[in-house]
């Protein structure tokens, strides 16, 4: 093997955020973000389900169970790494529920509640929905549309069935009421049908007046959550709705939202063929978020993440980080919560391997997305070392080994045959592009259900005129031009200045005659926006210039300034790597 | 309730199987896997101590199958129905046997047990554990 290949496989492995343009060591505490430790906390998890441990909330007459003491370990552990206690809560609370535990057990004592379990655990303030955001899809509404539509409701309109005046004496509050046909059969499902479906319709029109794709997922979890905080929340309910034991009013919930939003009554978990009951997700889910504490934007947008390992994610609106686009890496949490889920019922360590590999085939850029899970894997496996993380790098340090082998010999011989760096920079960046253009035709095709025959993403650089400053004419990200030509069911769009121009002039215009050309290539924009994220291409071009003499800074400073858009912004991890490369190449040649 | 209902609810709980579609497909996996290691006698023997409703299901189901063949029972039961971890087949399979157990009679249940293979009969034996009255307990 020549040196110069070796140096620079050893130097982009030197450290994982060498692969990346993004600054991990800044997301492990300070200002609130903190998905690194989720999945460290993952392990955490995962070694006490492997110890045997009960992970499951039953009536068990102890002070403390099992989960009491994982969601403990979890979320201080969080917390270490820069958590707020709720978010802390409301994301343990999540990985929990997917590694197995169940919502809710119980009666009158002891009544477990995940939610309330992990809220207690993380020592978290109690919260409301009418406070509680959603998650940033650019803006950010919260709970509260839901909350005022169903009080603006109870306050226009008698709901309940009856007229509780009528009560006689000392029945408020007895079993009477709640445990038999007047709460379990009458009340609580009345209640439920008429709550569910107002708060939903206003989340849906508070989303859309705020400028935000309505999230049918987050509107159904924040109107559930909202009618839990007023109807019993554990009581069980009339046969007619499911077997007296397992069907309580969370479950009616669920139901009703579901038909509410026209969400699917199944959803599916990646890879490993499970389906689930929407309904049953959205009732545990919006019961979860009810006690949990009051988490931040950052925790709701990682609950949101962590749920993510449904696979029809992007379409419901459960979490971005399953794919098809890269996201920037301090979004991603799906993989570790899959391997719990997977490990939590049933599956071997080799079967988790394989669900996680497989877990990569919907993103748009496959190996990239490989060596993306495989950065955050490494990073988290040196805070807390466990069974998540070992899984995980297993499952994708032979992907990224082969890639990285495969496009430093390349670029070797880009080298070698003559070519400049920034010819190599050029031919790299545009086999970068073809692979997004096939992976958008494909993928979009099957999320649209049309025939994307082909798109194409040209004259893709800094500078599209919107803004003056330097670093917007240097760097992608601030100010990104790109041409796009697709064609969608038979007929051609063609977008100048993408960007700049024609997605302003489509959304502000209405303009549905071109929107489907818009649809179709949308996600592949945002992917070469969000290609920073795994940087490897621009730091093995410029690692190899170092490696075959240029000084590491001007290697650096070189592709910094050549590269079009895969360096979407200022990146020092890219000075790191090839002061390593130089370092390692005088060696070698020593 | 009446027997079918009874089976499929039984099913759908214990197979957390939210869809029809799941369903059949869980009854296609293990059908299939215990018909492969019948006689042709033994399939129609034990396809007739399944109630009416229930046979066609018994006569269709197909082993077609893209993966490899098993003697691992849980293993053949996974490949069969496409299912991604042996947990998952586990649970199906645990979930048929259960609920067959529950909604047959005496005699039918004992003549269906006699036809079962023997890589087939610690699930059954263990099939009344696995009903879903036995697990409701948990919940009190």
Same mark, same amino acid.
């Given at each position: 093997?020549?040196?110069?290949?070796?140096?620079?496989?050893?130097?982009?492995?030197?450290?994982?955020?060498?692969?990346?343009?993004?600054?991990?060591?800044?997301?492990?505490?300070?200002?609130?973000?903190?998905?690194?430790?989720?999945?460290?906390?993952?392990?955490?998890?995962?070694?006490?389900?492997?110890?045997?441990?009960?992970?499951?909330?039953?009536?068990?007459?102890?002070?403390?169970?099992?989960?009491?003491?994982?969601?403990?370990?979890?979320?201080?552990?969080?917390?270490?790494?820069?958590?707020?206690?709720?978010?802390?809560?409301?994301?343990?609370?999540?990985?929990?529920?997917?590694?197995?535990?169940?919502?809710?057990?119980?009666?009158?004592?002891?009544?477990?509640?995940?939610?309330?379990?992990?809220?207690?655990?993380?020592?978290?303030?109690?919260?409301?929905?009418?406070?509680?955001?959603?998650?940033?899809?650019?803006?950010?509404?919260?709970?509260?549309?839901?909350?005022?539509?169903?009080?603006?409701?109870?306050?226009?309109?008698?709901?309940?069935?009856?007229?509780?005046?009528?009560?006689?004496?000392?029945?408020?509050?007895?079993?009477?009421?709640?445990?038999?046909?007047?709460?379990?059969?009458?009340?609580?499902?009345?209640?439920?049908?008429?709550?569910?479906?107002?708060?939903?319709?206003?989340?849906?029109?508070?989303?859309?007046?705020?400028?935000?794709?309505?999230?049918?997922?987050?509107?159904?979890?924040?109107?559930?959550?909202?009618?839990?905080?007023?109807?019993?929340?554990?009581?069980?309910?009339?046969?007619?709705?499911?077997?007296?034991?397992?069907?309580?009013?969370?479950?009616?919930?669920?139901?009703?939202?579901?038909?509410?939003?026209?969400?699917?009554?199944?959803?599916?978990?990646?890879?490993?063929?499970?389906?689930?009951?929407?309904?049953?997700?959205?009732?545990?889910?919006?019961?979860?978020?009810?006690?949990?504490?009051?988490?931040?934007?950052?925790?709701?947008?990682?609950?949101?993440?962590?749920?993510?390992?449904?696979?029809?994610?992007?379409?419901?609106?459960?979490?971005?980080?399953?794919?098809?686009?890269?996201?920037?890496?301090?979004?991603?949490?799906?993989?570790?919560?899959?391997?719990?889920?997977?490990?939590?019922?049933?599956?071997?360590?080799?079967?988790?391997?394989?669900?996680?590999?497989?877990?990569?085939?919907?993103?748009?850029?496959?190996?990239?997305?490989?060596?993306?899970?495989?950065?955050?894997?490494?990073?988290?496996?040196?805070?807390?070392?466990?069974?998540?993380?070992?899984?995980?790098?297993?499952?994708?340090?032979?992907?990224?080994?082969?890639?990285?082998?495969?496009?430093?010999?390349?670029?070797?011989?880009?080298?070698?045959?003559?070519?400049?760096?920034?010819?190599?920079?050029?031919?790299?960046?545009?086999?970068?592009?073809?692979?997004?253009?096939?992976?958008?035709?494909?993928?979009?095709?099957?999320?649209?259900?049309?025939?994307?025959?082909?798109?194409?993403?040209?004259?893709?650089?800094?500078?599209?005129?919107?803004?003056?400053?330097?670093?917007?004419?240097?760097?992608?990200?601030?100010?990104?031009?790109?041409?796009?030509?697709?064609?969608?069911?038979?007929?051609?769009?063609?977008?100048?200045?993408?960007?700049?121009?024609?997605?302003?002039?489509?959304?502000?215009?209405?303009?549905?005659?071109?929107?489907?050309?818009?649809?179709?290539?949308?996600?592949?924009?945002?992917?070469?926006?969000?290609?920073?994220?795994?940087?490897?291409?621009?730091?093995?071009?410029?690692?190899?210039?170092?490696?075959?003499?240029?000084?590491?800074?001007?290697?650096?400073?070189?592709?910094?300034?050549?590269?079009?858009?895969?360096?979407?912004?200022?990146?020092?991890?890219?000075?790191?790597?090839?002061?390593?490369?130089?370092?390692?190449?005088?060696?070698?040649?020593? | 309730?009446?027997?079918?209902?009874?089976?499929?609810?039984?099913?759908?709980?214990?197979?957390?199987?939210?869809?029809?579609?799941?369903?059949?497909?869980?009854?296609?996996?293990?059908?299939?896997?215990?018909?492969?290691?019948?006689?042709?006698?033994?399939?129609?023997?034990?396809?007739?101590? %399944? *109630? #009416?409703?229930?046979? !066609?299901? @018994?006569?269709? /189901?197909?082993?077609?199958?893209? &993966?490899?063949?098993?003697?691992?029972?849980?293993?053949?039961?996974?490949?069969?129905?496409?299912?991604?971890?042996?947990?998952?087949?586990?649970?199906?399979?645990?979930?048929?046997?259960?609920?067959?157990?529950?909604?047959?009679?005496?005699?039918?249940?004992?003549?269906?047990?006699?036809? %079962? *293979? #023997?890589?087939?009969? !610690?699930? @059954?034996?263990? /099939?009344?554990?696995?009903?879903? &009255?036995?697990?409701?307990?948990?919940?009190?």
């Amino acid at each position: 093997m020549e040196k110069e290949v070796l140096a620079v496989m050893s130097a982009v492995n030197v450290f994982p955020d060498h692969l990346t343009t993004e600054k991990l060591e800044g997301n492990l505490g300070g200002f609130g973000s903190f998905n690194v430790p989720i999945w460290a906390a993952s392990n955490i998890i995962a070694t006490e389900m492997l110890r045997g441990r009960k992970m499951k909330l039953d009536v068990s007459n102890e002070a403390l169970t099992d989960v009491d003491d994982i969601a403990r370990k979890t979320s201080l552990f969080l917390q270490r790494y820069g958590a707020d206690p709720s978010n802390s809560s409301v994301v343990t609370a999540a990985m929990l529920y997917w590694s197995g535990v169940n919502a809710s057990a119980g009666i009158p004592t002891p009544n477990r509640k995940l939610g309330g379990v992990c809220r207690i655990a993380a020592g978290a303030p109690g919260g409301r929905i009418a406070t509680l955001p959603t998650e940033k899809l650019n803006n950010k509404i919260s709970g509260y549309p839901a909350v005022s539509a169903i009080y603006e409701l109870l306050q226009k309109e008698h709901v309940a069935p009856f007229d509780p005046a009528l009560l006689p004496v000392g029945l408020a509050g007895s079993p009477v009421l709640g445990h038999s046909a007047l709460g379990e059969d009458y009340l609580f499902p009345t209640l439920c049908k008429k709550f569910v479906p107002v708060g939903i319709e206003a989340m849906l029109k508070a989303y859309r007046s705020a400028g935000i794709k309505p999230c049918r997922f987050m509107a159904a979890l924040m109107a559930v959550a909202a009618t839990l905080e007023i109807v019993h929340p554990d009581a069980y309910i009339g046969e007619e709705y499911g077997p007296f034991l397992r069907t309580r009013t969370p479950d009616l919930c669920g139901k009703i939202a579901v038909e509410a939003t026209g969400l699917p009554e199944v959803l599916h978990i990646r890879g490993t063929g499970d389906e689930v009951s929407t309904a049953k997700v959205i009732g545990d889910l919006g019961l979860i978020l009810k006690d949990c504490g009051a988490p931040t934007v950052v925790g709701m947008i990682m609950f949101n993440e962590v749920n993510a390992i449904v696979e029809e994610g992007a379409i419901v609106g459960v979490g971005r980080g399953g794919g098809p686009i890269l996201l920037p890496l301090h979004h991603w949490v799906m993989q570790p919560v899959l391997a719990l889920y997977a490990l939590g019922h049933g599956a071997s360590e080799e079967e988790t391997i394989e669900i996680i590999r497989k877990s990569t085939d919907g993103y748009f850029q496959k190996d990239d997305a490989n060596i993306a899970v495989n950065i955050l894997a490494h990073r988290a496996h040196y805070l807390c070392r466990g069974p998540i993380t070992n899984i995980l790098i297993k499952a994708t340090e032979p992907g990224k080994t082969r890639t990285l082998a495969e496009r430093i010999q390349s670029t070797y011989n880009k080298f070698k045959s003559g070519l400049s760096l920034q010819e190599a920079v050029d031919i790299v960046e545009k086999d970068h592009v073809k692979v997004t253009q096939d992976g958008v035709s494909k993928i979009m095709s099957k999320i649209l259900g049309k025939d994307v025959e082909y798109v194409k993403y040209t004259n893709i650089r800094p500078g599209a005129g919107r803004r003056k400053a330097k670093v917007a004419q240097k760097f992608f990200a601030f100010d990104g031009h790109l041409d796009v030509e697709v064609k969608v069911d038979g007929k051609v769009y063609f977008f100048d200045n993408f960007l700049a121009k024609w997605a302003p002039k489509i959304m502000l215009e209405g303009d549905t005659e071109n929107l489907p050309g818009m649809a179709a290539v949308c996600l592949g924009v945002t992917d070469l926006l969000n290609s920073g994220a795994c940087s490897a291409n621009m730091v093995i071009c410029a690692c190899m210039a170092a490696a075959l003499g240029m000084e590491p800074k001007e290697a650096a400073d070189k592709v910094a300034e050549y590269s079009n858009f895969q360096l979407s912004i200022p990146a020092q991890s890219l000075y790191d790597a090839t002061d390593y490369t130089t370092r390692i190449m005088t060696e070698l040649k020593s | 309730m009446d027997a079918k209902s009874t089976f499929h609810r039984q099913l759908d709980i214990l197979g957390q199987l939210p869809s029809a579609l799941g369903r059949e497909r869980a009854i296609n996996a293990v059908f299939a896997s215990i018909k492969l290691r019948m006689s042709v006698d033994q399939v129609k023997s034990a396809g007739a101590a %399944l *109630p #009416d409703w229930l046979r !066609p299901l @018994w006569i269709q /189901a197909n082993a077609a199958t893209e &993966g490899p063949s098993s003697d691992d029972v849980v293993e053949l039961i996974k490949n069969i129905g496409g299912y991604g971890y042996r947990g998952a087949a586990e649970r199906i399979l645990k979930a048929v046997m259960g609920s067959l157990f529950e909604i047959l009679d005496t005699e039918p249940k004992r003549h269906f047990s006699e036809s %079962l *293979p #023997d890589a087939f009969i !610690p699930f @059954w034996e263990d /099939a009344h554990g696995c009903s879903l &009255g036995a697990t409701m307990g948990q919940y009190l």
